[in-house]
């Protein structure tokens, strides 16, 4: 089981993210309206050597539709290995539903105790 912590009502666990030979170990934020798998910094990309491999269309939260590049990379959540998408984008590192069911977590968010647990099943 995986403990993340709320930091100003955003819920956020832990992600080891690598590529090549750099590892880096952000805090995502576990977002349920996003579906793809992973989205870092252009910061956090340029550090683990991530290549551009292409660029998509993404609806925004503000229904905004906006060109986002992307990469492949791979994470590692507690020993299991799987390679995944990678959006590069100026905001928050975020984790979506496809991460969690890559690596068959399910999230349990407790709000009014202010606790994130992702066990997997």
């Known amino acids: 089981m995986i403990k993340g912590v709320f930091t100003e009502n955003m819920p956020l666990f832990p992600v080891l993210v690598a590529w090549g030979q750099?590892?880096?170990?952000?805090?995502?934020?576990?977002?349920?309206?996003f579906?793809?798998?992973?989205?870092?910094?252009?910061?956090?990309?340029?550090?683990?050597?991530?290549?551009?491999?292409?660029?998509?269309?993404?609806?925004?939260?503000?229904?905004?539709?906006?060109?986002?590049?992307?990469?492949?990379?791979?994470?590692?959540?507690?020993?299991?290995?799987?390679?995944?998408?990678?959006l590069i984008s100026d905001s928050m590192p975020l984790a979506g539903i496809s991460f969690l069911s890559k690596f068959n977590y399910k999230a349990i968010v407790d709000c009014k105790y202010k606790t994130v647990n992702l066990e997997r099943v």
């Open 22 to 33: 750099s590892v880096q170990a952000p805090f995502v934020i576990l977002d349920t309206g």
């Open 35 to 86: 579906t793809g798998d992973l989205q870092v910094t252009p910061e956090i990309a340029k550090e683990l050597g991530l290549k551009v491999t292409g660029v998509i269309n993404v609806r925004i939260a503000n229904g905004q539709v906006v060109e986002v590049p992307t990469a492949l990379a791979f994470a590692v959540m507690e020993g299991m290995k799987n390679y995944i998408d990678v």
